[in-house]
């Protein structure tokens, strides 16, 4: 079975950190893109973050740039998003998603249909 499964999530203080993890079972995440998309109740999924298959290429959404930084270690499988400086409006279920890049430079967060696997997601809460 091919699964993606996000953990990490919690309830943080404004100004906490959260370390979120997403780990691949039954493929290698060598050759795929992963995104970090973000839901919050009522609106549309939004992308946060993504890492290219090789780990050479990164981009943030605006509201995160700075606080957020993706990695990934492939010998671990898994795909971090270290958030930082967490804010109220950061409150949503996050995802990770995995996009098929045979030649590891793929980086995109669009929610679309290249995006063929999908974790469950992990709720972040950010509350004093």
């Known amino acids: 079975q091919l699964l993606l499964v996000e953990s990490g999530g919690g309830l943080v203080q404004p100004g906490g950190s959260l370390r979120l993890s997403c780990a691949a079972s039954?493929?290698?995440?060598?050759?795929?893109?992963i995104g970090w998309f973000r839901q919050a109740p009522g609106k549309e999924r939004e992308g946060v973050s993504c890492?290219?298959?090789?780990?050479?290429?990164?981009n943030y959404a605006d509201s995160v740039k700075g606080r957020f930084t993706i990695s990934r270690d492939n010998a671990k499988n898994t795909v971090y998003l270290q958030m930082n400086s967490l804010k109220p409006e950061d409150a949503a279920i996050y995802y990770c998603?995995?996009?098929?890049?045979?030649?590891?430079?793929?980086?995109?967060?669009?929610?679309?249909?290249?995006?063929?696997?999908w974790g469950q997601g992990t709720q972040v809460t950010v509350s004093s």
């Open positions: 890492i290219s298959g090789s780990g050479g290429k990164t």
């Open positions: 039954g493929f290698t995440l060598d050759y795929y893109a």
């Open positions: 998603a995995a996009a098929a890049s045979p030649f590891g430079v793929l980086c995109k967060m669009t929610p679309d249909k290249s995006f063929s696997r």
